[in-house]
């Protein structure tokens, strides 16, 4: 085994957005071994770097579900930003249909100045619909939405797409499954685009030669490392393009039902230290 990359939200991370020592040992001990450890996220790297604040990690991070790849020092190595006039119309569209959306750009994530407010009337929506209704679920998927660093917030999407600043990643956020539904069926059929979902109130937009699966086989080219001699862990639909591109594949415990069918075996749940699990499975 060569290269290791390794989804963080679900996956590196526990259930308190924190990576386990036992994980932290684990990546050291395949560094040790003189394997490539990358990380694969749709969170943009400037964050991944917060992330890795207090755990003296360095590693290649593919950030933004793909669009970007950066150095361990912390260049970019790569990008394949979504097109002007795609990212217009994205965000066009969603600003009319009342969607809280986050656009990663180089060194920040732009946000509605509005976003919270949009959220919380959702929240409302459906507890007047089911009073009984459980919203402790909902709190922490907006929990963790808002974990990231690196938020600006704009008044109009025009501020953004004007600016002229590349557009790596698009992420539109609902609680209400009918919008997500009808935005993935407005946009699905874009050949311009790749959607991809990481939890179950999103849907992401990238330039559709970006994926976590090509920036890996990209990456493994530049290091000269043979694709069959990489290995991929992940939990969400946007981790499938990986698992299917490395020549090794493991699903955390915790992953969805497609994730698990699309891999080779299924490691311990993310509050169980997996990744550090299926870095032994491979190394020892």
Known sequence: ????????????????????????????????????????????????????????????????????????????????????????????????????????????????????????????????????????????????????TGFYHVDSYKDITEAGSPVYNILAFSFEQEKLDKGWRTFESNPDLTLVSSANHNFEFEHKDASKGLALQKLAAHLDLPISETAAIGDSPNDLSMLHAAGHSAAMANAKDVVKEASDFITAHNDSHGVAQAIYHWLK
């Open 1 to 148: 085994m060569e290269l290791i990359a390794i989804d963080l939200d679900g996956t590196l991370l526990n259930s308190s957005h924190t990576i386990s020592k036992e994980n932290i040992e684990a990546i050291k001990y395949a560094q040790q071994q003189g394997v490539e450890v990358v990380v694969a996220t749709g969170r943009a790297e400037f964050d991944v770097r917060e992330v890795f604040a207090h755990t003296n990690l360095t590693t290649w991070v593919i950030g933004a579900n793909g669009a970007t790849i950066h150095r361990p020092n912390g260049t970019l190595f790569d990008s394949v930003p979504i097109e002007e006039k795609d990212a217009d119309a994205i965000l066009s569209w969603l600003e009319q249909e009342q969607f809280y959306y986050e656009v990663f750009s180089d060194s920040s994530i732009l946000t509605p100045q509005n976003g919270h407010r949009l959220l919380q009337m959702e929240m409302d929506r459906i507890k007047s619909a089911n009073p009984e209704a459980d919203l402790e679920e909902l709190e922490q998927a907006l929990e963790k939405q808002f974990s990231q």
